[in-house]
């Protein structure tokens, strides 16, 4: 029996944005210093985003106590859990709540539903719970669903609306999207908005974030961008390390010294091209993943602290840094997460942004307030894996699996056509053993192999892990065939 591996070559798109946070329909899912003319979102400390898809994570009110311990000035969860809410107030934490995905077409259509939903989610807590953003829809334009994209703008509206009507004027309303609507980053000055949502979406956009004097607000990942070019790109100038690095964007004559500015203020230029020239700037997520898959290069402890260190340094800093298209201006910045949450799907990054434990322990040391001088963090080990790992890599049934479970995981990597499954019918070459963790192997592998380029992960949420192990030799040695 011969199983399919993958074999890791330097091959790298330069453009665009990692799938590993895309939605991905061939995955087995299924499922400081304040000013008094500063706003009050962006007083205080660095956000941190707080998820909860794990089943090892605090209760809400240890998680209250951890945030306040690591002196988070914000937070932002991804719903309006009354739980949560209530926890926060009396807190001097910011809180910037969410709109799920499937409720803004009702809101969009009818105004009621808006009232009740600011009745529940903001009135029901405020101002005792300091809620002040709202984020519509969470990665919006990332999702292949034209109706939700009409539908995005008018529920935002709606939603702003409802808040004025009770004299609510200091909360703002925004939608978190993601490098995709831009064409490119390469050089900033380039950046345009793709021509399938410019119209459409984003001038529309555009108006109520001018109109309302609220936020663009991006999930930016100078990882992802790196990790696909990482023979192009420097480390170094992804990690903010070394400020005489620089990329001189002969379009607009600027100067850039780390990889987020160029990320930045490519999305500036793409609304400059528009004809907004004063929309500001918010990140509702950016981090580096603390682990990751075999083949994730330079998912790591060791970048994950240096980068999210130097990033509360950069955004914290007195006087306001900005970015060189936008210079001294204050970024408002939520560090994504909290917490590494382990029943994430996709690839193994997924499940390793936390800077906490389960335990509240710090994974890494970060002091959120930017005043800790990186000397002063003790020393870590170098990491091995900063280059892409160039063997050859399996994808096979995990440990700790349960294998009287297997069959779903099974059935659906076989059920993907091109021909996955095709040499575990019977009188094939790998019908034997009959065994549901020998053909789960084959199908994980042969599954893999083929769908990869596509996005596919070695995960089957949970089932599956990659191995650097040919596991038809540990048959052979066995003699299972």
Not at 93 to 118: C, E, F, K, P, Y
Request: aromatic fraction near 10%; glycine fraction near 8%.
């Amino acid at each position: 029996m011969q199983f399919p591996s993958f074999h890791l070559e330097d091959k790298v798109n330069f453009e665009g944005r990692s799938n590993d946070r895309a939605p991905i329909k061939a995955t087995y899912m299924r499922q400081k210093k304040g000013s008094g003319s500063r706003d009050a979102l962006v007083l205080g400390n660095i956000g941190i985003n707080y998820g909860q898809l794990g089943n090892n994570l605090p209760s809400p009110y240890q998680t209250i106590e951890f945030l306040k311990s690591v002196n988070a000035g914000q937070v932002k969860i991804y719903d309006a859990s009354p739980e949560v809410l209530k926890l926060l107030s009396g807190t001097r934490l910011r809180v910037s709540i969410m709109v799920t995905n499937g409720l803004i077409s009702g809101i969009a259509s009818n105004q009621t539903m808006s009232d009740q939903w600011v009745r529940e989610n903001v009135l029901a807590y405020y101002p005792n719970t300091r809620i002040r953003t709202i984020l519509v829809g969470n990665e919006v334009l990332s999702y292949d669903d034209q109706q939700m994209w009409a539908d995005l703008v008018p529920a935002m509206q709606k939603i702003k609306k409802s808040l004025v009507s009770h004299n609510i004027h200091n909360v703002k309303v925004g939608t978190p999207l993601t490098m995709d609507v831009v064409e490119s980053i390469f050089p900033p000055s380039s950046g345009k908005f793709k021509d399938d949502i410019s119209d459409k979406v984003m001038i529309p956009l555009l108006k109520f974030l001018n109109g309302s004097k609220s936020y663009f607000f991006l999930d930016v990942y100078p990882y992802f961008t790196w990790s696909e070019n990482p023979t192009n790109i420097s480390l170094d100038f992804a990690l903010f390390k070394d400020a005489n690095q620089t990329y001189n964007d002969t379009g607009s004559g600027l100067i850039y010294t780390n990889l987020l500015d160029q990320m930045l203020d490519s999305v500036v230029f793409a609304m400059q091209k528009l004809g907004f020239e004063n929309i500001r700037i918010g990140i509702s997520e950016t981090g580096w993943p603390n682990g990751g898959d075999m083949d994730q290069t330079g998912a790591n402890v060791y970048n994950a602290a240096i980068y999210n260190r130097n990033l509360v340094r950069k955004m914290t800093a007195s006087p306001e840094i900005g970015t060189p298209a936008r210079p001294g201006i204050v970024i408002p910045t939520f560090i994504f997460s909290l917490y590494d949450e382990n029943q994430k799907s996709g690839p193994g990054t997924e499940r390793h942004w936390g800077i906490l434990n389960p335990n509240g322990n710090q994974i890494y040391e970060l002091d959120l307030t930017g005043v800790r001088p990186e000397n002063d963090y003790p020393q870590m080990q170098e990491p091995s894996n900063n280059k892409p790992y160039k063997g050859k890599l399996w994808c096979v049934v995990a440990s700790s699996v349960d294998t009287m479970e297997l069959g779903l995981a099974l059935d659906f990597a076989c059920s993907q056509g091109n021909g996955t499954c095709d040499e575990l019918a019977p009188e094939k070459a790998c019908y034997q053993p009959v065994s549901e963790v020998a053909h789960a192997n084959y199908a994980f592998s042969s599954y893999w192999a083929k769908f990869r380029d596509a996005g596919a992960s070695c995960y089957f949420n949970g089932f599956a892990v990659q191995t650097t192990s040919d596991p038809s030799k540990f048959l052979l040695n066995h003699h299972l065939v």
